[in-house]
């Protein structure tokens, strides 16, 4: 039968911490080591292997954590979303952003002695949720006070100012140019030509009008996109710097039978626990914990939506701490997550030993890049005789 939908018991006890710390922080979210991975596929054709379905998968909440810096400081962000959308199937979402922006390392010479004749926000779409032929109208509005997307979760709201820019993009728009007034670059010459921009200035909200539902999430790469000044004799471009997205979902519809679906942005997580009890005591060359996906449950002519393309792989321990153990990206050819690495088979020796740290483990997607990404996760029915098993499942060479 399907692993149960209620709140999992524990499966992992909490001891061996000594053991487990330095596994979990010198190897965490490092690329899969490919060790076994020919093993999983015949999903118990070797005697040595032994695969555990589940026996407790569930949705559970956790805060979505949408903003950052828009370079290699940590954390990274690399999307802002601005837009909104019906979804009778997912839930309607909506997002707006805020971004401000550092002073580049190169700067042309005599660039400071010289005036500022215009500037531009130049965002490049990297993602778009919804209708991607729909008109998306925006507002670009100043921001008057400090605000900080660090530990901010997803529906985080700072105070904007007054409305500067308005314009009218089509979602699919490979680049996205808002002209600033004349006024604005009038009152910022100076402050931009200056040593004290982060200072001084504090950035834009970029959002729809009130009311407006467009039917499309534009995403936009913050790596790539940046505030573009000009003189009568240079263009420099001013790299984002601070970014957040504001994110709203609402709640989705009951997924079909034996499958669950994770949703970003909604605050959630798939919470796991496997009866690691039922394997006899033996050491562990290698563990693979994989989930199966169904993505024909998001069938939909002209509505755009994406499975990730990295979820993480945590621990939770019983007082509460969330560690992350490693990534995995998606196999499009079988629809499929899979983690492996040395990191893991230590932390799954630890729990058949019955001295894990950590009570279950939670899967989420990768915070770096905000998304309303989801994936419809397989969780039955219990296969026939013969049958490959979907479930989320883990895969454990034991040595005899």
């Known amino acids: 039968m399907s692993p149960t939908a209620l709140r999992p018991r524990s499966a992992l006890t909490v ?27 015949e999903e118990g ?19 979505d954590i949408t903003g950052g810096f828009a370079n290699s ?8 979303l601005v837009g909104a959308t019906t979804d009778a199937l997912l839930g309607d979402a909506s997002a707006f952003a805020y971004l401000d922006f550092f002073t580049p390392d190169a700067i042309p010479d005599g660039f400071r002695d010289r005036t500022i004749i215009s500037a531009t926000l130049r ?17 670009l509005h100043r921001m008057d006070s400090e605000w900080s997307p660090i530990g901010a979760p997803a529906d985080t709201t700072f105070d904007a100012g007054a409305l500067l820019v308005e314009a009218t993009v089509v979602a699919m728009d490979t680049v996205v140019a808002l002209d600033l007034p004349v006024s604005w670059v009038t009152e910022y010459d100076a402050i931009l030509r200056s040593d004290t921009l982060a200072a001084s200035l504090d950035g834009f909200q970029l959002r729809l009008p009130d009311g407006v539902v467009p039917g499309a999430v534009m995403g936009f790469n913050t790596m790539q996109s940046s505030l573009r000044v000009m003189t009568a004799q240079d263009t420099v471009d001013y790299p984002l710097f601070e970014v957040f997205s504001h994110i709203e979902r609402g709640s989705a519809a009951p997924p079909p039978a034996d499958r669950v679906v994770l949703r970003d942005g909604a605050g959630e997580t798939l919470a796991l626990t496997f009866p690691f009890s039922d394997i006899e005591r033996l050491p562990l060359a290698s563990a693979i914990v994989r989930l199966s996906v169904d993505p024909s449950v998001f069938d939909e002519p002209g509505f755009a939506r ?22 995995a990206g998606l196999d499009e050819t079988t629809n499929s997550y ?10 799954i020796q630890e729990a058949l030993l019955e001295r894990s740290i950590f ?5 989420s ?9 989801a994936i419809p996760f397989i969780i039955g029915p219990e296969p026939a005789e013969n049958e490959a098993d979907t479930r989320p499942r883990v895969a454990l060479t034991l040595v005899p």
């Not at 054709?45 to 805060?63: C, G, I």
């Not at 400081?73 to 802002?80: D, F, G, L, M, Y």
């Not at 009570?359 to 899967?363: G, H, L, S």
């Open 15 to 41: 001891s061996g911490v000594l053991f487990i710390l330095p596994f979990l922080f010198l190897g965490a979210c490092q690329d899969p080591s490919g060790v076994g991975l020919d093993v999983i596929g």
């Open 365 to 373: 997607v990768l915070s770096s890049s905000a998304s309303l990404d």
């Open 306 to 327: 994406s499975l990730p393309e990295t979820i993480v792989l945590f621990g939770r321990t019983e007082a509460g701490e969330r560690v992350a153990i490693l990534n």
């Open 123 to 139: 965002l490049v779409r990297d993602y778009v949720y919804g209708d991607s032929m729909v008109s998306v109208p925006l507002e």
């Open 45 to 63: 054709a070797d005697p040595r292997v032994s695969v555990l379905a589940a026996d407790s998968v569930m949705l559970d909440d956790e805060a």
């Open 338 to 347: 899979s983690f492996t690495s040395a990191t893991l088979t230590a932390v």
């Open 359 to 363: 009570e279950r483990f939670e899967i």
């Open 73 to 80: 400081v940590t954390p990274t962000q690399s999307r802002i």
